[in-house]
């Protein structure tokens, strides 16, 4: 990507503070971001599906002037060119996601590696319900508390470092990552025609919506609704299509378009 709008940009997170290429403004706009626009891959639920683009105008058009959310390659496609027209050095690099079952799997999602305040962090703005909410130092086996929440990267390979964040008291793997090896267009545009059209994708067969601030994280996974905030977690059941479409735009800040339809959940009548 090798322009963006900032005005737009800012604008969509609602960011007045200072721009700078340094490692302040990289956590202040990666924690706007995040905070502002959800992770979400509605349109590959969407009935029909709907197309993933993420080329930088298709970026634009939906996560920016569409004010919809979306998933990594769309976020971090975002945030790779606000950084570079910020004059801060960012690479993309391919991960294997390994949350839940701890088992890598194929390289289908997709961070960042930046170069700022003299030191290299993992930015990812991309990843979900456990994602990043401030980039992280790429120093491996040093937890880094941020928020609240403890991370660390953990070499696992010779070649390869793990992202863990402690939950309930154990450290849970999310994706590990060969830090020397950054991706190709042609890796990302792979891995997207992947996760956006692929019958095992897991994005084929479920609802993801997620959003994080500071000391409070939102997540709909089909018809279950968790919001853990300060601590605690609530979750309830959504019933209906008009109440999901309501908790959207509360929660997430999200207001799909009106003719967008959505596959129903396993659990939700046709």
Known sequence: MSSVDLDAYLERIAFAGPLRADADTLDALHVAQVGAIPFEALDVA????????????GIAAKLVAGRRGGYCFEQNGLLRAVLTALGLPCRPVMARVSW?????????????LVEAGGRSWLADAGFGRHGLISPLPLEPGVETVRHGESWRLLPVTARDLE???????????????????????????????????????????????????????????????????????????????????RILAEEFQLVLPEEMRLKPWPAEPA
């Open 46 to 57: 969407a009935d029909p599906p709907r197309p993933v683009r993420i080329d930088p105008a």
């Open 163 to 245: 992202l863990q964040v402690r939950l309930g008291g154990v450290w849970a793997p999310l994706y590990r990552f060969d830090p020397d090896e950054p991706a190709l267009d042609a890796d990302i545009a792979i891995a997207n025609h992947y996760m956006s059209s692929h019958p095992d994708s897991r994005f084929m067969h479920s609802r993801v919506v997620a959003r994080a601030t500071p000391g409070c994280r939102r997540s709909l996974h089909d018809g279950e609704l968790k919001i853990a905030r300060d601590g605690v977690t609530s979750v309830r059941a959504v019933t209906d299509g008009e109440e999901y479409r």
């Open 100 to 112: 839940k079952t701890g088992v890598p799997g194929g390289r289908t999602h997709m961070l960042l």
